[in-house]
Each structure stands twice: as C-alpha cells, then as structure tokens.
C-alpha cells in the first residue's frame, strides 16, 4: 500500500489526475473504473485541463462506472451517468460507446448486471480503479453487511448513506432506496485502485479501513489485500494515517 497525504486539496487533484492521465498516454487503450460523489469533482476538472492542453486523449479508452441509483436515468441530474456527463464526458474526447455505466432504469435489473459484468469481463481486468469511501467504509455502494456480494448487483442503500446523499435532492423521499453497483470482487480485480479521501469527516473511516480488521463490516478494509493500493488522502483525512 502507497499512501500519500497533501497539504492541499488541489496538489491531491493534481496527482490523481497525473496518475490517470500517465496511464492513458502509456496505454491509450487503457480500461478506467471510475467513481461519482464530491470526491472525485476535482480529479475531473484536471483531467479536463489536461485534455484541453493536448496532455492526454481519452479517444480509445474504456470507461466503466462503479454504480447507479436504481430509478434514476440519464435526464435526472442526480443520476451517476448525467454526472459523468457534467463533469467528464461531454468535455473529452471519449467516443459514447466506450463508456458504461449500469442502467439504473433497466426493466430487468438482475439482467442489466448480468450484462453488465460480461461487459467488465470483456474488457477487463481494469487498469485503474479510482474510489471513493463512504462514512460507513462502502466502496462504491458495497454497504457494510455480513456477507459482500463479489460481482455487479443491486443493493439496499443503508440509512447513512441516504443521510449523506440527501444533500443533492429536495426530499429525503426522492433519494433513492437502491442501487446497482460492482461487487468487491470486481473491484479487487483492477490492476491497480486508487483510494481517494477528501476532508475532516472521512479520517476515521479512512484510517479503520487502511489500519483496522479486514471485516465486511468495513468493505474498504478488503483493499489492505490488494497488491497494488494508492491512497491520496487530504491533510484532513489522512491526520489519523500520520
Ligand atoms: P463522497 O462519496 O465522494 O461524496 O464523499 C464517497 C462515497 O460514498 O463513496
């Protein structure tokens, strides 16, 4: 495990994005797993800059997304592909079909992730995994639980995560009660993950998911078995790691 800890949040961004950009460039054909929330906002906006600066092309790379909220389609703006979108897609070069993110709004859910791991496996293994954490150690919405489902699945989202996702809708009612996300499994395949944590609240979580039991309590806790985990945590998040 390689653990960095800026001063700044923007030096963080700098870096992620240099780690994502260095591996396009050397492998333009590269398979990213990407990831949605706050954190990863910032990482967007660089590697943006660095399209627009001819640094890097996104023109034959594969994306695929951690997961979806059940219910939510491209038009919602809280939806996962409408936010890639925003922050990513519509400002670089990707072509549309090389980008995949689960169908929260297909008929047959079980189906849609069935289709979506034959995509993962197609394409896969991922060369880089970009992640972010939950306050409860959920990686993408792999919700503490006493058993971890390996493949793409839907899930219940549990109480603290609707609580720490009700920030972007208008009613607690509106934020949805499932979604589909990657298995652990699926994530631990990548060839590399790349754990990003940003700010005071996420220091405990961060610092039991890197330095605590490996439990299914803590989903997070499960990449200390990964060969090749980068964590880029803020000064914030990254005080308890010191
Ligand atoms: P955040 O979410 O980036 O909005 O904090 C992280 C996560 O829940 O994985």
Sequence with gaps: M???????????????????????????????????GSTPIGIYRELRRAYERNIVSFRRVRTFNLDEYVGLGENHPQSYRHYMNEHLF???????ENIHIPDGTAADLAEECRRYDRLLDQAGPIDLQLLGIGHNGHIGF??????????????????????????????MDEVPTH????????????????????????????????????TTDCPASLLQTHPHLIVLADAEAGRLLR
């Design 90 to 96: 519509r400002h670089v070069d990707v072509p549309p």
């Design 179 to 214: 979604a589909i996300t990657m298995g652990v499994g699926d994530i631990l395949k990548a060839k590399t993950v790349v754990l990003v944590a940003k700010g005071a609240d996420k220091a405990d979580i961060l610092c039991r998911a890197l330095t605590g039991p490996i």
């Design 2 to 36: 390689n653990v960095t800890i800026f001063s700044s949040e923007h030096e963080l961004n700098e870096a992620a994005a240099q780690l994502i950009a260095g591996l396009v460039i050397a492998k333009p054909d590269a398979v990213l797993g990407l990831a949605t």
């Design 142 to 171: 792999n919700e503490p639980n006493g058993e971890l489902a390996s493949r793409t699945h839907v899930t219940e989202l549990n109480a603290q995560t609707r609580n720490a996702n009700a920030r972007f809708f208008q009613t």
